[in-house]
């Protein structure tokens, strides 16, 4: 129990850092109109590829002759970037739809 | 140091896109924008990891390399696969992009894990816990993204096992005791994998049962699961940009996905449970 009480200590920035964004999360799209639902979740998904920055960090810590570290911290790259870059595509290309289309209320 | 505070405020300029983005992609005028606003941002945290970030050292050539190749490839197959996809089959290329999220936050945990065999640690390891959780949430993110992008491709029948609910409720069970018996005992590598394949399973015979009709719920849902792994990763490595990032994700999603619930006028554990899912599926799509 104490041990526990100590890490949360020890890492008590972080702990308000999190409720801190849980609330502004929860803040951010209270007022979002039914149908921007697709666009921002679309848009929120390549928001959390950000995971990306994970994996480039994993990749230059990782000493050259790891080679397992070498190769899964590879294959986490690609995906991570996958998720960034179709993500935010993907989410231009559904917004760019809703520009053309007259506006509904 | 100079540039260690420089990436730090790189990060911070990150997460305030990522606030403003998400903020801005709520209201129809300014959505567009937002979205680019959060992409910008999302380029200055990887440069500045790429170019700033202090453990590099000589002889590091190699991960260099493959970082950039790295990032080259998954550049292009991302920019092709959502220029190519049919604008009518977007939630699914959604769920597939949300699944390599969730994987890169899994394959994350697994590096991690390797270099924590070697540290000595007495009482309660923080560190540990994080990347249990990260590679469960990451690798149920996967498995369940993949299904519900199969699904929705048609390439998945929906098909109820029997028991279904029952065996999802004893794999919940088998993961809270993996990770509960290693937070006492240590950590073990073959327990370490063991979590990893029953996360899999549990990720697939989570959205197995539901209906193609309540699949954008189940997506959105997946969706903040993977913002919460992204947000382990970043505690595990003390990064501001990874930690707001996956936590709005994480907490807007949710709100997202409840908000999706009540637009269709559903409830949450109705569309989980699968209660009437399979049988509504022609009748509700409406988006």
Redesign the interface.
Known sequence: ME??L??IGT?ME?VY??IL??????E???????????????????????????????????S?DNY???V????????????????????????????KKP?KS | MISLNILEISYLIASLTFILGLKMLSHPDSARKGNLLAAAGMGIAVLATLVLYQDFDAGKGLNYGLIFLGLVIGTIIGTIMAKKVQMTAMPQMVSFFNGMGGACAALIAIIEFQHHQHAEITGFDGELLVMLLGLLIGSVSFSGSMIAYGKLEGKIKDKVLPMNQAVNMLLLLTVTGLIAYQMFAGSDPVLFYVLLGVALIYGILFVMPIGGADMPVVISLLNSFTGIAAAFGGFLYDNKAMLTGGILVGSAGTILTILMCKAMNRSLTNVLLGAFGGSTATSSKSG
């Open positions: 041990a526990i100590n890490y890492n972080m850092f999190l964004a849980i609330l502004l999360g929860v951010v799209i209270s007022n979002v109109p039914a149908i921007l639902h697709t666009p921002l979740m679309s848009g929120a998904n390549a928001i959390h590829g950000v995971v990306v920055v994970g994996a480039i960090i994993v990749m230059l810590q990782a050259p397992l570290a070498l899964v911290g590879f294959l986490a790259v690609i995906v991570g970037t996958l998720n960034v870059i179709g993500g935010f595509v993907v989410t231009d290309r559904m917004l760019e739809m809703f520009k506006k």
